[in-house]
């Protein structure tokens, strides 16, 4: 579990144009962004929330109730970095009413062991590349568009989650 921005910026892929006709990304030029909470499980499912503003507790409470909602009858183990959202006094009392989720800390300064930096990696450099929204409203549209087209290749989430982890 992760979260993430996403701005009006887009990434800059490489494109293809007609010899001679260099392309043009055409963008706001403007910093809004939208904020991401993510979640992989190791059966490739993808679970995404979008919102304007940043993820603080209550957010984070609010996704992990979303997962608890759609994984049913099982323990859920989030592993998730040493984030703020994570540390706060609200999300810890949640945990303590809650031992269905059991949460486990990454290594601190270890991006490349949370599965969900390799997603918000591959939806912001593939998925959403060169793309270039007027507002924040397309943007959150964007966003899900990307989260359905990568819904619909739980291959590709494996994969993607098989990425952190060390070699055998």
Same mark, same amino acid.
């Given at each position: 579990?992760?979260?993430?921005?996403?701005? $009006?910026?887009?990434?800059?892929?490489?494109?293809?144009?007609?010899?001679?006709?260099?392309?043009? $990304?055409?963008?706001?030029?403007?910093?809004? %962004?939208?904020?991401?909470?993510?979640?992989?499980?190791?059966?490739?499912? $993808?679970?995404?929330?979008?919102? %304007?503003?940043s993820?603080?507790?209550?957010?984070?409470?609010?996704?992990? %109730?979303?997962?608890?909602?759609?994984?049913?009858r099982?323990?859920?183990?989030?592993?998730?970095?040493?984030?703020?959202?994570? !540390?706060s006094?609200?999300?810890?009392?949640?945990?303590?009413?809650?031992?269905?989720?059991?949460?486990?800390?990454?290594?601190?300064?270890?991006?490349?062991?949370?599965?969900?930096?390799?997603?918000?990696?591959? $939806? %912001?450099?593939?998925?959403?590349?060169?793309?270039?929204?007027?507002?924040? *409203?397309?943007l *959150?549209?964007?966003?899900?568009?990307?989260?359905?087209?990568? !819904?619909?290749?739980?291959?590709?989430?494996? *994969?993607?989650?098989?990425?952190?982890?060390?070699?055998e």
């Open positions: 579990m992760d979260e993430s921005a996403l701005s $009006l910026i887009p990434y800059n892929a490489k494109s293809w144009a007609p010899v001679g006709k260099t392309p043009v $990304l055409v963008h706001q030029g403007r910093w809004p %962004k939208v904020s991401a909470i993510g979640g992989i499980t190791a059966r490739g499912r $993808l679970y995404l929330k979008v919102r %304007k503003g993820i603080r507790g209550p957010q984070v409470i609010a996704f992990l %109730k979303h997962l608890q909602r759609h994984i049913r099982r323990p859920i183990m989030v592993f998730w970095d040493n984030g703020q959202p994570h !540390r006094k609200l999300v810890r009392a949640y945990l303590e009413k809650n031992p269905r989720v059991e949460a486990h800390r990454l290594p601190g300064y270890s991006p490349e062991l949370n599965p969900e930096e390799w997603v918000w990696a591959h $939806l %912001k450099k593939h998925e959403l590349a060169s793309f270039a929204p007027h507002d924040l *409203k397309e *959150k549209r964007g966003v899900r568009l990307a989260v359905v087209r990568m !819904r619909d290749r739980p291959r590709l989430v494996r *994969k993607l989650a098989r990425s952190s982890m060390p070699p």
